[in-house]
């Protein structure tokens, strides 16, 4: 497989450049398996579940299980911004690098943003990072997962976005800087929401 217009109702795996539109295309086909290149391009899934939990419970529940939250995730947690839904749902997450999304060098949050609804994903909810960092307790060390949602301006009056780590055996949950200009490499990895099929998307709306 290598492009777009090669997918078809007997395709089970995608291998190619990510191109506009493909996360809906290969929703649409059933595809999970995905890959810029194989066997090492392996784009990453997973599924979180969020809502049912206002913003002190995940507070309450990050200090239950002892995970490391600096200031600054506190910070955007108490935010006003920080939102979270009264109804429990199930999400679809997709992991990219920034050299995955087909920018080259140097780029900013906003291209990076742009880039992603395009490929047809959608900005994560807030309540994301902080759900994430309760489930992902096997996080690799030395990663480092910058959750794309709307940034949260924090009380020091800059933008952030939650940013997952692991150092040794502490998982930390922090807040980022991701002002709309700021520039990252091609290794910083995203994380995204898998747009609602579009017969779900309408039904929502209804």
């Known amino acids: ?37 194989f066997p090492e391009g392996r784009i990453r899934q997973n599924r979180v579940a969020i809502g049912g939990k206002t913003p002190i419970e995940l507070q309450q529940d990050l ?3 002892e995970f490391n939250v600096t200031i600054d995730a506190k910070d955007m947690i108490e935010n006003p911004d920080f939102i979270t839904q009264e109804n429990t749902e199930n999400i679809d997450l997709v992991y990219l690098k920034v050299a995955d999304l087909g920018l080259t060098g140097i ?7 742009e880039r992603a609804k395009q490929l047809g994903l959608d900005l994560c909810p807030s309540e994301v990072g902080p759900q994430m960092r309760l489930d992902y307790v096997d996080q690799p060390a030395k990663e480092y997962l910058y959750i794309g949602t709307q940034q949260i301006v924090a009380s020091d009056g800059n933008s952030r976005v939650f940013q997952l780590s692991r150092d040794g055996e502490e998982l930390w949950l922090d807040g980022h800087w991701a002002h709309p200009e700021r520039q990252w490499n091609p290794d ?19």
Do not use: C, W
């Open 63 to 65: 200090r239950s299980k």
């Open 107 to 113: 780029v900013r949050t906003d291209e990076i943003y």
């Open 188 to 206: 910083g990895q995203f994380v995204f929401r898998l747009s609602p099929p579009a017969d779900i998307s309408e039904a929502l709306a209804a």
């Open 1 to 37: 497989m290598k492009g777009i217009s090669e997918i078809n109702n007997d395709t089970k795996a995608y291998v190619g450049k990510l191109e506009s539109g493909i996360f809906s295309t290969l929703q649409n086909q059933g595809i999970e398996h995905i890959y810029t290149n």
